[in-house]
């Protein structure tokens, strides 16, 4: 188990509560959440130790959300995802924590540059972006590779489903159900990597509870909260972690 002070493990618990939430409609909680977890663990330490805590919400939304699924816009996205997983694959194999560190701060950022540019521009953003097949290659190997490096690929998802025109319950269920697969297949690699271990398994035992609690309020609680003003501040906060990584 890993020793942890009380503050981080409020810290943690915190992480765990915000996923539960973000499953729940509200994907870029989850970027807060890969900064959050570095201020507690090494780099890819805190990255093995997300992706379980991710497929206990992934389990909990297609539970909620398993009929509000579009096929068809999975079908052609997951082979490109597959080409992103392996390439992000072997960047984990050859950096260290201070190297990854940078590397998902980066990824953060652009992550977070996205989704600003698309509130800034609303519909017309969607509009400009190419329905084809140039566009699916594009935003698969870019998710991929961004979800295995740092479990963060939120923006990405959420551009190509804006740009399908997905209703709202058919756009978190869709969106429920492509990370549940691309997380389960990330399992052997972070297993191989040694990113998810033993230890790392019983420790998210813990925070189960956490996740499942976060997921029952964020349904309760996210119809009525003012989305914008919580998704802006949310990704102020993880802005900031995001360059945090980038200068220590």
Request: aromatic share 12%.
């Amino acid at each position: 188990m890993f020793e942890l002070t009380l503050l981080e493990w409020i810290l943690v618990i915190f992480c765990a509560l915000c996923i539960g939430f973000s499953k729940s409609g509200l994907p870029n909680l989850v970027i807060l959440v890969v900064t959050l977890l570095m201020f507690v663990f090494p780099a890819r330490d805190s990255v093995g130790i997300l992706l379980p805590m991710l497929l206990v919400g992934d389990f909990f939304a297609i539970i909620y959300y398993r009929r509000n699924v579009k096929w068809n816009h999975l079908k052609g996205l997951i082979p490109w995802v597959l080409i992103g997983i392996v390439a992000g694959y072997f960047v984990l194999e050859h950096v260290n924590d201070a190297q990854l560190k940078p590397l998902i701060g980066i990824i953060v950022l652009v992550m977070i540059t996205l989704n600003f540019v698309r509130e800034r521009f609303g519909t017309k953003f969607n509009t400009l972006l190419p329905n084809s097949l140039g566009f699916t290659l594009l935003m698969g190997i870019l998710g991929g590779f961004t979800t295995m490096v740092g479990n963060a690929a939120g923006a990405i998802m959420t551009i190509y489903l804006l740009v399908k025109g997905l209703p709202k319950k058919e756009f978190v269920g869709t969106g429920a159900w492509f990370f549940l697969f691309v997380n389960l297949i990330k399992v052997p690699f972070y297993v191989h990597l040694e990113l998810i271990t033993v230890e790392s398994i019983s420790f998210n035992a813990w925070l189960v509870p956490a996740i499942i609690l976060g997921a029952f309020v964020g349904i309760k609680v996210l119809p009525i909260i003012p989305q914008k003003v919580f998704t802006i501040l949310v990704l102020i906060l993880a802005a900031l972690g995001g360059i945090n990584l980038l200068l220590n």
